[in-house]
C-alpha cells in the first residue's frame, strides 16, 4: 500500500533550536518524496524534494530508503518557518499523483 | 506569468445551487488537477487532466463535474452539493505527468461553503 506518515500534527520549538520533521513512506516502486509548506493564509508551495539534494530556508532532508524515511532538518528555527509541513510521496508513471501525509504544524516560539 | 489563479477566493452556495470554480495557468502546463482539502487535512486528490482529457477521476461523486476547455483553463461545475462537500478546492499544474517533470504548482483555493 502507498502511504506517508507524519507522526507529529505538532512540534512547537523555540527560536534557534533544531527541527526535525518525521517523515515515513510505505511504497513499493522506487519513491519520489517532496516536502511542503503551507504559511497561514499562502497557498501550498513546494520546499525541497528529493530528486535535487538541495538546501532552502536552511532546510535539507535526506532520503533512506533502509528506513524508508525522508525527514526535514533545519538546524536553527526561525519564527517565519512556522507552517503546515507536508510530506508527499508521488507515484509518477501516468499519474503523477502525490500522496500526502496528513501533515505536522511546527510553531516556532520566539 | 508563473501562478496558478483560482477564482473565486471564496463561495456560499444552497444545496440546490449550480456553481462553478475556475483555474489558470499560463506556465506552459500540460497537467491539471482538481483537489479537496477539509480543515486541517492534507489535499485529497480528486481530478487529473492531461491534454485537455481526463486522465483520472478519484471516485468523485457526480455532483462534481470537471471541465478543461483549454491547456490554460480548468473549471469544476458543481450541482446539488451537500454541506459535507464544504472544503478548501485546489488547483494544480505541472508540466507533464510525466514523471521527471510532474512537480505540481497549486493556486490559493476556493473556499467553498454549502448551506
Known amino acids: 500500500a502507498q502511504r506517508v506518515t507524519q507522526p507529529e500534527k505538532l512540534l512547537s520549538v523555540f527560536k534557534g533550536a533544531p527541527v526535525e520533521l518525521k517523515c515515513n513512506y510505505s511504497?513499493?516502486?522506487?519513491?519520489?518524496l517532496f516536502w511542503y509548506v503551507q504559511y497561514s493564509r499562502q497557498r501550498l508551495q513546494l520546499l525541497l524534494r528529493?530528486?535535487s539534494r538541495e538546501s532552502i530556508k536552511g532546510f535539507t532532508a535526506d532520503l533512506n530508503k533502509g528506513e524508508t524515511s525522508f525527514h526535514l532538518k533545519k538546524p536553527f528555527a526561525q519564527e517565519e518557518d512556522s507552517a503546515m509541513y507536508y510530506c508527499a510521496l508521488r507515484t509518477g508513471g501516468a499519474t503523477n499523483k502525490l500522496i500526502f501525509g496528513t501533515g505536522t504544524l511546527l510553531a516556532v516560539q520566539p | 506569468d508563473t501562478e496558478v489563479t483560482q477564482t473565486p477566493k471564496h463561495l456560499v452556495m444552497g444545496m440546490t445551487n449550480k456553481k462553478s470554480l475556475k483555474c489558470e495557468q499560463h506556465?506552459?502546463?500540460?497537467?491539471m488537477y482538481w483537489y479537496k482539502q477539509k480543515a486541517k487535512k492534507p489535499p485529497e486528490l480528486m481530478f487529473v487532466?492531461?491534454?485537455?482529457?481526463?486522465?483520472i477521476n478519484e471516485s468523485v461523486p457526480s455532483r462534481f463535474s470537471p471541465e478543461c476547455p483549454n491547456s490554460s483553463l480548468l473549471n469544476l461545475h458543481l450541482h446539488a452539493l451537500q454541506p459535507e462537500d464544504s472544503a478548501l478546492y485546489l488547483c494544480a499544474s505541472s508540466q507533464e505527468l510525466n514523471r521527471r517533470f510532474g512537480e505540481q504548482y497549486f493556486g490559493p483555493g476556493t473556499r467553498l461553503t454549502v448551506t
Open positions: 487532466y492531461s491534454y485537455e482529457k481526463l486522465s
Open positions: 506556465m506552459g502546463h500540460r497537467a
Open positions: 511504497y513499493s516502486g522506487s519513491p519520489e
Open positions: 528529493h530528486i
